[in-house]
């Protein structure tokens, strides 16, 4: 199994809503990731997760809460967000976060907060 | 900081030859990787250069020169499906697992 899967594919959010996007890969990797796309934009590194741990936060608004329950699973909780906050959310995973690995990125889910 | 430029559109026929270029000025360069993504999906790894020199995969072969700062895909045999945007992304020896991604070219290949 080399994929990386996220749930929901779309989401459509009022601002006091409160939600959770998810993500699953089973390729047995240590690292993974959470970016922010914007239309014609690259991805925008947002957290990362090595060893079910947080290692990396780019100064990230608090109403992006990231988890790791276990190391097959990231969820992203959201809460009061902006409708600037409209975006792909790409998940990612890699074998780790030490050197060079491959990240291979699930499908996304396609938010739109109104 | 670190920066990334590429060009932001290519367009090219069927059969030929492009060449897509990257250059980098970032601390603590680690390596140089490709990334497409064609419209609605998400990007997948083409290639990885942690050394200087050529890296071939098929179709597709990816450079480094570290003294340069400079790197470039190579899409050999264009076909009409290669038409995506690709992104060259930098991964920084400091803050392992961080990769930034370059603004993206968009490849339009024509019949």
């Known amino acids: 199994d080399t994929e990386v899967t996220q749930t929901p594919k779309h989401l459509v959010m009022g601002m006091t809503n409160k939600k959770s996007l998810k993500c699953e890969q089973h390729m047995g990797h240590r690292a993974m990731y959470w970016y922010k796309q914007k239309a014609k934009k690259p991805p925008e590194l947002m957290f990362v997760?090595?060893?079910?741990?947080?290692?990396i936060n780019e100064s990230v608004p608090s109403r992006f809460s990231p988890e790791c329950p276990n190391s097959s699973l990231l969820n992203l909780h959201l809460h009061a967000l902006q409708p600037e906050d409209s975006a792909l959310y790409l998940c990612?995973?890699?074998?780790?976060?030490?050197?060079?690995?491959?990240?291979?990125f699930g499908p996304g889910t396609r938010l739109t907060v109104l | 900081g670190q920066s990334l430029e590429q060009p932001s559109e290519v367009t090219a026929v069927e059969g030929a030859i492009v060449q897509i270029n990257c250059t980098y000025q970032?601390?603590?360069?680690?390596?140089l990787s490709w990334y497409q993504q064609h419209d609605g999906g998400a990007p997948t790894f083409l290639s990885y250069?942690?050394?200087?020199g050529l890296e071939e995969t098929g179709r597709f072969s990816s450079f480094l020169s570290r003294s340069d700062s400079y790197g470039y895909l190579l899409l050999q045999e264009l076909q009409m499906k290669d038409s995506a945007s690709y992104f060259c992304a930098v991964l920084r020896k400091t803050n392992a697992g961080k990769s930034t991604f370059g603004d993206g070219t968009t490849l339009t290949v024509k019949p």
């Open positions: 970032t601390s603590g360069f680690y390596g």
């Open positions: 990612a995973s890699s074998q780790d976060s030490s050197g060079y690995n491959e990240q291979f």
């Open positions: 997760y090595s060893y079910e741990k947080l290692s």
């Open positions: 250069n942690g050394l200087d």
